[in-house]
């Protein structure tokens, strides 16, 4: 089976950087993603990695190493509108495309 | 932009009722999903939907749920019997043929009593 790691809440202060960490163990790895959830709001989603290395979109940038099991979601200049849920999520290779996710960190951006 | 639509948003049922869940994806989208999130959990995968049949499905997704795409656009969950566990949100997803994201749709809070 499937399983992730992620720490479950950080704070930190707007302007600040946050790194969020994932770890995962799965057979058949295809790729990560991570989605952004806000209290009531559907997943929405953010990055995919497939390849080791980074992707930067924007104020947010994802990283993978596929021999260490390892990514992570790196959020630059935070905003107050980035306090949510952020949930990695591993693409395996199964006919179903499924996405499996991690449960979840809480982030909260203070003043 | 196109987006998922479902409805109804909220569902209130008594438990052994049955339920049915709908969906409209975004239409030139080929995978379809739902996915369920009990409160203040992670979001779980239930069944993927291609070419018009089911091409995966979690354990959760047993004898008392089914799937169905009755005509060009819509995409349902239909939950059968249903009990208090069942009460979750639940979000549909679609994805085109090749590609890295799927679009989650707002959701159906159920509320099973």
């Known amino acids: 089976g499937q399983s992730l790691e992620q720490p479950s809440e950080v704070t930190a202060v707007e302007g600040a950087i946050v790194q969020i960490n994932c770890t995962y163990q799965?057979?058949?790895?295809?790729?990560l993603s991570w989605y952004q959830q806000h209290d009531g709001g559907a997943p929405t989603f953010l990055s995919y990695?497939?390849?080791?290395g980074l992707e930067e979109t924007g104020r947010f940038s994802s990283f993978l190493s596929r021999s260490d099991s390892y990514g992570y979601l790196l959020l630059q200049e935070l905003q107050m509108k980035d306090s949510a849920s952020y949930f990695c999520a591993v693409r395996d290779r199964t006919a179903g495309n499924k996405l499996t996710f991690g449960g979840g960190t809480r982030v909260l951006v203070k003043p | 932009e196109p987006e998922v639509t479902q409805t109804p948003s909220h569902q209130v049922t008594q438990m052994g009722q049955e339920v049915i869940l709908r969906c409209v994806p975004i239409s030139n989208h080929l995978y379809f999903y739902w996915y369920r999130q009990i409160l203040g959990q992670k979001v779980e995968f239930l069944v993927s939907f291609y070419n018009n049949e089911i091409s995966e499905k979690s354990e959760i997704f047993d004898d008392q749920f089914s799937v169905e795409r009755p005509d060009g656009s819509n995409f349902t969950l239909k939950i059968r019997s249903t009990k208090l566990e069942d009460s979750a949100m639940y979000f549909c997803a679609s994805s085109p043929l090749l590609g890295n994201e799927q679009f989650f749709g707002p959701g159906t809070r159920l509320t099973v009593l």
């Open positions: 990695n497939a390849l080791d």
């Open positions: 799965t057979s058949g790895f295809y790729g």
